[in-house]
Nanobody, 124 residues
Framework: QVQLVESGGGLVQAGGSLRLSCAAS????????MGWFRQAPGKERTFVSS????????YYADSVKGRFTISRDNARNTVYLQMNSLKPEDTAVYFC?????????????????WGQGTQVTVSS
C-alpha cells in the first residue's frame, strides 16, 4: 500500500504560480508512474499531467501545456507540479495518483492509489 498526501495548494491571483507536492509513504514510488488530476465543483475529475517512473517521459493536458511542469524526486518519494501563469479556470481540487501499469496515462482508471487532494483557487 502507498499513501499519497498533496500539499501546496492555496489562493493565488491570475497570472501567479503555485507548486504542488505529492509525498508518498508506505513504500517507494520509484517504480510507479505518477499522475495529477483535478476536479472543479460540479465537474468530473480530469487529467492534468503524468510522468513515468524515471521522469524521462511526461504527458500534459492541452489546457495546461506550456504552463505546468511535472517532475519527481524518487530519492524523496515525492512528485511535484509546478503551475505557472495560472488562470481562474485552473481552480479545482488537485489530486495525485500512482500507477504500476501506466496503460493509459490520461485515464483515471490507470491509477491504483489516490491522495485526498489539495485546493487551488485562482482569482481573477
Amino acid at each position: 500500500q502507498v499513501q499519497l498526501v498533496e500539499s501546496g495548494g492555496g489562493l493565488v491571483q491570475a497570472g501567479g504560480s503555485l507548486r504542488l507536492s505529492c509525498a508518498a509513504s508506505g513504500r517507494t514510488i520509484s517504480a510507479d508512474a505518477m499522475g495529477w488530476f483535478r476536479q472543479a465543483p460540479g465537474k468530473e475529475r480530469t487529467f492534468v499531467s503524468s510522468i513515468n517512473w524515471s521522469g524521462g517521459s511526461a504527458y500534459y493536458a492541452d489546457s495546461v501545456k506550456g504552463r505546468f511542469t511535472i517532475s519527481r524526486d524518487n530519492a524523496r518519494n515525492t512528485v511535484y507540479l509546478q503551475m505557472n501563469s495560472l488562470k481562474p479556470e485552473d481552480t479545482a481540487v488537485y489530486f495525485c495518483a500512482a500507477s504500476r501499469n501506466y496503460i493509459r496515462p490520461d485515464a483515471a482508471w490507470t491509477y491504483d492509489y489516490w491522495g485526498q487532494g489539495t485546493q487551488v483557487t485562482v482569482s481573477s
